[in-house]
Structures are given as C-alpha cells and as structure tokens.
C-alpha cells in the first residue's frame, strides 16, 4: 500500500510543477511569463497584410490554380506547424480594377508589422525564360540599353512547379550549384521547352535578376535542372532554403498594412475563462455529491487534466482563439467520463459482492475496452475535422478537441487510477462500501 501511496504523492507533486507552469502569471511590473498563451487574432489581435499579385505573365485559365497555390506557400512559411492559425485569403478585384489579385494575410498576436513581413519572408520568384528571336538582330549598343523584358520572354516554366531543390557540387571545379527537380507538370514542360529550342539561350531568372543563360544542347526529359551562378556554399544553401521553403508562383507586392485590434478582446477570454471555472465547479459538484470519494479523486484527476492541457498549449504552442477555447470547455465535461464508467464498473463489482479492492481493480479492467473506443471515435474525429477543415479556426478547434481526449484518457486511466488504489480502504465495511459507492443507494 506504501508504494502506491508514494506513487499518488509523486504524481500530485508533478502535477503542482505542470500546473505553475501553465498558470501565465504577471509579474509585478505587469509582465507576462516567460511563456506566455499565443492568442488568436479575435483575442489579441494582430498585423492585416495586403499584398497585389502580378498575374501579367499567367494565362488567364492558370490565374485561380497560381493564386491558390500561392496562398498555401505564405500560409506554409508563417504556419510551419499548423498550429499558427493565420488567415491567409486569396481576393479579386480592387481599387484599380476587377482584374486585380491580392493577398490577405492576418497574422495573430503579431502587432509588429516588420515583424509580420519578416515572418513572410522574402521567397525568391524563380522564372526560366527564353532569348526573343529580334535580339539577334540588335547591336550591342541596343541590348545594354534594353530591359529584361525586351530581350526575353517567359517560358511558362517558375518555381511553381518546383517539387525540390538542393546543393551539388561541380565535378570539375567544386563550385556549389542549386539542382532543381520538377513535379510532374514541370518535367514535362521542361522537356517541351528544351525540345523546341535546341540552340536558344534559356535565362534562369531569380527575383527578375538573371543568375545563369545557358544554352540548350538537348532535349532534357528527366525533370532536373542546374542553376550554376558563381554561388558561394552560403548563398548556395540560401537560396535551396528558401525555395524548398516555397518558390511563389506569382511575383507580389505588398500594398497596405495595418495593425489591428481584437475583434473580441480580454471581455471575450474573461467570459470564456469565467465559463470554464463554472463548468468545473458544476461538475465537481455532481461528482462529489454521486460518487464521494472516488468522485474528489475524479475532480483531482480533472485538475490534473486540466493542468497538462493548458501546459501542452504552451509547449506546442497553440494559438488559442474563441473558437478553440469552447472547444477546452467542452472537453472539460468530456474528461470525466472515463472517470464515470470505471465508477460505474465499480458499483456493478460491489453488488456482485465482491469486497471493495477486488471491485476498484476489476472497475478499471472492465471499463478500459469502453473507454479506449469512445476515445478512439473522438480522436478519429479530431484528425479527419482538423485535415479536411479549409479554415484556421476548425483546425484550432480540432486540434484543442484533439489534445483535451488524448489527455484526458491518460489523465482517467493514469491518474485517476494511482490515485484510487493509494486512497483504497481496508475491509469491506458499509461505511466503506457507502463512500465507495455512487447514488443515492447505500
């Protein structure tokens, strides 16, 4: 019985180190902790960005597909882990005219707007384009004088259809160069381009800049290039980060910025913190009155709970928006019922007769198999919601709901049971069996 008590003892303690972790205390001086909640743009918020694409080299029935995918590189490098929760939107149409794209970006918690932008990033605009035919014609005096869009023409062939690039080194001269494999629209493309215009010059074009113009001797069908621009090893790797990063398919501009408030502000997380603590109170309540002692066990074990979750909110981090906060208050209701089916297990084991230590131990056994598939529903649920959902927001609340019924299955399971076997009574008493038991009933 010792050890058990010793476990339950280390397993509090533990929780009290968790728990002071996750409380964001302020100091004194009216600063927030070391690690404070990330805070959705509705709570805090946050920097709006506007920037204006140039569509002028696409076709017009390739804009839609390049504006889509230019949206999910900028939500990929300000959202490297899903868990951000930016909003980052595609629009048509402006103040000039209808045929203008732009791009929205929020970003919560990121009142800094050269914050913002450097969290964007600068992705360098890969392009391959070909020589005209009227620059052999030109004199030399013409062409240092004319501009890149005078002497070449797109391809059609950009980083959009990059798939990867990485570092190699000449063979004959150990220079870095940046070898560039295509997707499967890009491989073909790519052969098209080098079949066509055997003998051509093709520009290899970063951010407008021309890096190499080679010359095409061959056809090249394997889907590969090689950017050879004098690279030293650091500009090298650079430049492969960045367009491993996300090449953008669209050149952009960025047009308006503005820092904005919160849109529900410290009222919306006051009454949301509020409801939370009604919630645990209400349910401490029942689980004390029906179940007694292993119902004060059920309302540590949710505190515990509680403790783990917010202090995963933090490591992770999680961005914690309106939206994902009633998704933790929901789960807070949720937690207890593993608690609930193993003390009903419990109370079906004492009216068999057996004693009370035997009940508490066979409780447990028998209520796992109910436990782990109502969890593994929930779960499943969790990760489809949060994989098909097309806004920030559900996947915020996914991923909360996600977290809040894998911890509390540990904390039902885990806790909940050192816990109850550290505090079992001796004998088999009807006081025992009264406090042990639930209801109404003796």
Known sequence: MWKKRVSAIVLIVLAAFVGYFAYDAKSEDGTVSKHPYRLGLDLSGGSHLVFRADTSEISGDQIDDAMRSLADVVERRVNLFGVSEPVVQVEKGGVVGRDEHRLIVELPG???????????????????????????????????????EELFVSSGL??????????????????PVVSLVWNDEGR???????????????????????????????EISTGEAI?????????????????????????????STQTIGASLGAGALDASVFAGLIAFVVVAIFLIVWYRIPGVIAIIALAIYVALSLALFKLIPVTLTAAGIAGFVLTLGMAVDANILIFERMKEELRRGKVLNDAVREG??????????????????????????????????????????????????????????????????????????????F
């Open 110 to 148: 990121v009142t800094d707007v050269d914050e913002a932008i450097a969290l964007i990033g600068k992705t360098p605009l890969l392009d391959f384009k070909l020589i005209r035919p009227e620059v052999a014609n030109m004199t030399p005096e013409q062409m240092d004088s004319a501009t890149v």
């Open 158 to 175: 950009t980083g959009r259809y990059l798939q990867r690039a990485q570092i190699q080194f000449d063979q004959t001269t150990n220079v």
């Open 188 to 218: 073909a493309l790519f052969a098209a381009i080098t079949r066509d215009n055997i003998g051509e010059v093709l520009g290899v074009f970063l951010d407008g800049q021309p890096i190499t113009t080679p010359v095409i001797q061959q």
């Open 227 to 255: 950017i050879t621009g004098n690279f030293n090893i650091q500009e090298a790797r650079q430049l492969v980060r960045d367009l491993n990063y996300g090449a953008l398919p669209v050149p952009i501009e960025l047009v």
């Open 364 to 441: 447990f056994q028998r209520a796992w198999l109910s436990i782990r598939d109502s969890n593994l529903s929930s779960i499943i649920t969790a990760v489809i919601l949060y994989y098909f959902a097309s806004t920030p927001v559900v996947k915020g609340f996914a991923l909360v709901f996600g977290i809040g019924v894998v911890v509390s299955m540990f904390t039902a399971i885990t806790a909940s049971r050192t816990l109850l076997m550290a505090v079992g009574a001796k004998g088999d008493s009807k006081v025992a069996r009264f406090f042990f038991g639930s209801g109404i009933t």
